[in-house]
């Protein structure tokens, strides 16, 4: 069995049905990851969870460490990440309570999050243009569809930087770009998980319209809340249904990412570099 990992976003603090639960504190040379993991098996799926933002919801989209938090999995042999996240829409048709499983991000985030293990000393290029592994999202896909939920599949999420939440002006710029919902958080985990050989996908559940939509007002704390509590139930039922079937996967697409990624010469690589990203360049570089 593969072990499947969970990144838990704004409304999701935990997965029911886990059993033999425990909580790892894992060290990561890039500082402590949101929160402890929370480990356990569902229906002999080994499972690692995470709240993105901490416990209590106190970590800022901007001073998440991605890094920590993809090392820490890695570190705990994941396979596959099940991300699942808060959004706003940009589209009539994708709708408060619906969820969207995307294919595709826009970044406008600022240089200050980190985005790659691969600095100080190792350069890497991973190829990306697939940025969702869609074999994860397939059985998204499916869950939500057994569970009669609202689903549209593909679509680009476009990551903004936040806290704040969107001007009118950009807004409508990213709809006229052809972006179909928007968040904070996803590419950064997206990126650093394909650097880690992991596979990734979104399960996003909308529950705004953003601040385009004139006659549903402007996004606010209090709608966010509203929404998510009607979907969270759903999310955590698409999960239970997914987590096993993922599981149960012999291949995934983000395997061997790196084999031809690493530009630099090993001997060139600093060695405390080395020691640091073992557990992601170990089996390419000595």
Known sequence: MATVGVIGGSGLYQIEG???????????????????FITGVLEGTPVVFLPRHGRGHRISPTEINYRANIWGMKKLGV??????????????????????IPDQFIDRTAPR????????????????????????ADELYKACKKIKATVHKNGTYLNMEGPQFSTKAESELYRSWGC?????????????????????????????????HTSHG????????????????????????????????????????????????????PEQKKKDLEIIIGKYVK
């Open 18 to 36: 886990i059993q033999d639960v425990k909580e790892v504190e894992v060290k990561t040379p890039f500082g402590d990851p949101s929160d402890k």
């Open 79 to 100: 396979s596959a990440i099940l991300s699942v996240s808060a959004v706003g829409s940009l589209k009539l048709k994708l709708k408060p309570t619906d969820f969207v």
């Open 113 to 136: 999050r980190h985005m790659t293990f691969f600095s100080g000393g190792i350069v890497a290029h991973v190829g990306f243009a697939d940025p969702i592994s869609h074999e994860i």
């Open 180 to 212: 179909d919902i928007i968040g904070m958080t996803n590419l950064p985990e997206a990126k650093l998980a394909r650097e880690a050989e992991i596979s990734y996908a979104t399960l996003a559940a909308v529950t705004d319209y953003d601040c385009w």
């Open 218 to 269: 402007s996004v606010t704390v209090e709608m966010i809340i509203e929404n998510l509590n009607k979907n969270v139930n759903n999310a955590k039922e698409i999960l239970k249904i997914a987590i096993p079937h993922v599981g149960k996967m012999k291949k995934f697409s983000a395997e061997g990412a790196l084999q031809c990624a690493i530009m630099t010469a090993s001997n060139f690589i």
